[in-house]
């Protein structure tokens, strides 16, 4: 089998959501996705600059005597005044502001966000032209002294990658001046520290600094900006990591993963082939060798959980969306890496049944946790009070749905997620753009004759591309054929049967394209996923999504988790490319209803039940 050719990204204007952002009401949008990213949209743009630049005011010391108060200024939770992570949720605003006006052209959104990158850059020269965050210089000073204080490395980060997404994505040249500027300081303080003084500071609280300092030098090429890569390297945890031993289970896990992150952005702006073993290293200790919840998660009250032992880590601290959401950026890494299909299904389901299970698809407020104790209920955040740093993860989550969806490869374009969207590039010859849907034919549970006479398959899923090219243009199109996959799977060009050899990875078509129509039609099955350590007790999964059952306390069912077609049967599917219906459980001495994981609301639910053979 000849290796998968490594991907590129497409820039995020290149790919469209089916519906336009505007003054809509997003609830009723039918496309699952396009209607999550509104709702983020909506929020972003409730906020007032005053009050996400409350802190930063506060810090810089810029006040009119007299003056009262700007409007609605005062958040509470962790962005209160008193909480030690003030203006943290800033960057994650302007990177998610910034996205969506790449992907979208969004001009409201835009003056926002610049407006709030010039303030900041003028109070930065109120600060003496070089600090420019929300909390005083001395929380590090005091972490160097062995002082305890909250994260600050990870407040400062936020504001950073804020800026650099600002630049990146809006074009602000004040951004990115105002990122160098902060660097300054930080190449002047850490100069004054051994390596090992260094270790011993990067061992209490770390962020996403390697990160950003490697997507700084990426842009600049400036000598002190590769400094700033090496000190913050972390190599007492990276050597471990490279030895093959596991620094990892009872360790917290999201202060790990955007270190790990920083290791693969510190490789694609240097080539220095360490960075790369080292994110390798890391997914194989967080996750080939560890396993993950049937969700893809893989965290528990924050740490991550010890090797294929998960059955006493089902609590109400399940999956911190935080490590979902930088998981699945290290996923995406890899799979640009490498193209292994094995990265876009790890994404898949973390796409169902993380970011879009942990946001509330009425109010599009986060949930930290997604519990897995049987008879637990998500515990949503409110809009103002909360700002969890799951709050800042969840709305750039829900701005990247369309990084993940196409990817530029060696002569063509791969298709690795099947959310609807529309991609244009320019393929030598013209413009092309290839769009895709769900296939109205097939999708059903229940069988069905349209006016043609055709009849929808049940257990099938099907999705239909449309390529239109300016002029006839040849490449390769590649379909992912994902794990969850339960038979042979159909593809068409143009009602032409293609060949997709059983097993097979991608289905691939290479042919001159003008005005065509591709049909992926992929059988799917309910399956019975197993605690590793428990196997009496299973999870169940329609193709990625995670089917909750709507109980107050845990449930034993009674039957053979080895045919679930005996214990659960369809009620209704509303939405086939959502995933979206019902289920219920056959055979059992009490009713049972079970929907999608991630269109649970208010209700309490169970995700793992045990199972008796049935006498």
Known sequence: MRPFPALTAFPPDRVRLPASLGRIDYTELPNPFQRRLGLVRTYLMSLGAGQLLRGFVHEAGVFTPGAPPEPGAGFGGWEALASQLRGHFLGHWLSAAARIVATTGDAELRARAEGIVGRLAGLQRENGGEWVFSIPEKYLHRVAAGKPVWAPHYTVHKTLMGLLDAYRYLGSDDALETAVGAARWFHRWTGGFSRAGLDDILDYETGG???????????????????????????????????????????????T????????????????????????????????????????????EEVWTPPHAFAARLGTKTQEHCTVYNMMRLADTLLRWTGAPAYADYL????????????????????????????????????????????????????????????????????????????????????????????????????????????GRPGHWAVELTVRAAEPSEFELALRVPEWVSGPVTLTVNGERR????????????????????????????????????????????????????????????GDPARPETLLAPDEERDPFAWRGSWRALGQDR????????EVEEESYAVYFPVTPRR
């Open 209 to 255: 600094m390697l990160e950003v300092w490697a997507d700084l030098y990426g842009i600049t090429g400036d000598p002190a900006h590769l400094d700033l890569v090496h000190r913050y390297d972390r190599p007492r945890l990276f050597d471990r990591l490279l030895a093959g031993e596991d620094p990892l289970t009872n360790r917290h896990a999201n202060t």
């Open 257 to 300: 993963i955007p270190e790990a992150l920083g290791a693969a952005r510190a490789y694609e702006v240097t080539g220095e082939e360490r960075w790369r073993r080292v994110t390798e290293a890391y997914w194989r200790c967080a996750v080939t060798d560890r396993g993950y919840f049937a969700t893809g998660g893989q965290s528990s």
């Open 348 to 455: 898949e389901l973390n796409l169902y049944n993380g970011v879009l299970a942990q946001q509330h698809p009425r109010t599009g407020m986060a949930a930290y946790y997604l519990p897995l104790r049987p008879g637990a209920r998500k515990r949503w955040g409110t809009a103002t009070d909360s700002f969890w740093c799951c709050y800042g993860t969840m709305v750039q989550a829900h701005t990247r749905h369309n990084a993940y969806v196409y990817y530029g490869h060696d002569g063509g374009v791969s298709v690795c997620q099947y959310i609807p969207s529309t991609a244009r590039w320019n393929a030598g010859a013209g413009e092309v753009e290839l769009t895709q849907r769900p296939d109205p034919e097939v999708g059903t549970h229940i069988a069905a004759t349209d006016d043609r006479g055709t009849r």
């Open 499 to 558: 060949e997709v050899p059983d097993g097979a990875r991608r289905a691939t078509v290479r042919r001159v394209w003008h005005d065509d129509v591709v049909r992926l039609e992929l059988p799917r099955a309910l399956r019975a996923v197993p605690l590793p350590d428990r196997p009496d007790a299973v999870a169940f999964r329609y193709g990625p999504v995670v089917l909750a059952g709507l109980c107050d306390e845990e449930r034993r069912l009674v």
């Open 591 to 598: 009713g049972l209803r079970f929907v999608p994981l991630h």
